[in-house]
């Protein structure tokens, strides 16, 4: 089949435009702040990672600005070769010493750390067991690695403790989200950490939505636990609470310089951009200058918690200011989100393979820079918006 006539007989989203309810690509004509501006319209922003408002700090935009006056808008090339710039090494240097490893390694995505590490480090003869909810890079990064493998049932310690067994002795590599994007609940790193140990495999946590959120001054799931010593590798993003775009792993220094030497996907990728590098080094001094921030976080997310419990609805097993609201159909989900934004309040509609079939929700997503009145104003129109589409308020769905 050609590639056009595969493309042609995709129909699906061409389907959904024509009711009217396509759900993707919505251009935004502002910054991401907790009001957005679309078709000329302000809508409130539940949609965001943007965790503790910091993409539109002027600290952060200042930052930028000056690093492009320096070092200009790119590095034309790979980290591995003219890529690399001085605050790249001062970046990592001060990543290092705020997730508590001995050395770290930027990439230009999120996404690519979780390819070009698992990928790099998990061999023929070695395993990678991975959460069934694990984000979509870590099972693209496994899909490249040359090893076996092995899915548990989500947060299941039992599932996990019998994938284990099942690998034999040979090398295992357990990778998972700290805090899981969709469902917004946190791994039980303990329970991980201990099967580890007992089956002498490695542990590599994605904090892509811990970072400035969970532990001492939003040091990550790992930190939460205090469990730095027992975590090998730890992986986090620059999209989220960072205010910015890329990614970074942290580890000890020896296995760094191994993937330093061996990531395809950072040998063969451009390197960060210096306006991005510098509005994480702002971003970090903002976190580390300003604690009050995660507590308004989480004092927003308990808000939340507490305004859709009163009006009977289940946020499943959120832990975070990642929450899930299940309506179960896709069509539904659809049309639940466009009778939102259309009154005022932006969120993401989130189906199969996000999530399993017939178990589709709207994803809302806390920011420390909310308001209550925010909050209640958006607890006030998902009620009336839920009513009007006929939807069930406790879906129970696994």
């Known amino acids: 089949m050609r590639v056009r006539d595969k493309a042609k007989r995709f129909t699906t989203a061409d389907e959904i435009r024509k009711m009217g309810l396509y759900p993707y690509f919505r251009p935004i004509d502002s910054d991401q702040d907790t009001e957005v501006v679309i078709e000329g319209k302000k809508v409130l922003m539940m949609g965001s990672n943007n965790y503790l408002g910091l993409t539109n700090h002027p600290e952060v935009k200042q930052a930028s600005i000056e690093a492009v006056q320096l070092y200009g808008t790119g590095c034309a090339g790979s980290r591995f070769l003219n890529g690399t710039l001085r605050i790249h090494l001062q970046l990592e240097e001060e990543l290092a010493e705020f997730i508590g490893k001995e050395s770290v390694l930027l990439f230009s995505t999120g996404f690519q750390v979780n390819q070009g590490v698992i990928s790099a480090l998990v061999s023929r003869s ?31 310690l039992d599932a996990l403790k019998k994938s284990l067994s099942g690998l034999n002795g040979v090398n295992g590599l357990i990778v998972v989200d700290g805090v899981f994007s969709m469902e917004g609940d946190i791994a039980d790193l303990p329970g991980i950490v201990k099967l580890a140990e007992e089956f002498s495999c490695d542990v590599m946590v994605d904090d892509a939505h811990s970072i400035g959120v969970l532990g001492p001054n939003g040091r990550g799931t790992a930190a939460h636990f205090d469990l730095n010593d027992k975590v090998e590798l730890i992986m986090g993003t620059f999209s989220k609470s960072l205010g910015s775009i890329g990614g970074f792993v942290a580890a000890d220094e020896v296995v760094i310089d191994y993937l330093r030497h061996h990531s395809r996907a950072l040998i063969f990728s451009a390197s960060p951009p210096p306006a991005s590098v510098a509005a994480v080094r702002a971003s970090l001094r903002i976190i580390r200058r300003e604690p009050e921030r995660i507590e308004r976080l989480w004092d927003n997310t308990r808000h939340l918690w507490k305004g859709l419990k009163s009006i009977n609805v289940d946020i499943g097993k959120s832990q975070t200011p990642i929450v899930p609201v299940t309506i179960g159909d896709d069509l539904n989900t659809f049309r639940v989100c466009q009778r939102l934004q259309e009154e005022g309040v932006f969120v993401n509609p989130v189906v199969a393979p996000a999530v399993p079939p017939g178990c589709s929700l709207i994803r809302l997503s806390i920011m420390s820079t909310h308001t209550f009145e925010q909050i209640d104003r958006v607890i006030e129109i998902l009620d009336k918006v839920l009513d009007e589409c006929g939807i069930e308020r406790e879906i129970e769905c696994e």
């Open 126 to 156: 070695e395993a990678v067991v991975i959460d069934r909810s694990d984000h979509a890079s870590i099972i693209d990064g496994c899909r490249l690695a040359f090893g076996k493998t092995v899915k548990y049932d989500h947060n299941d």
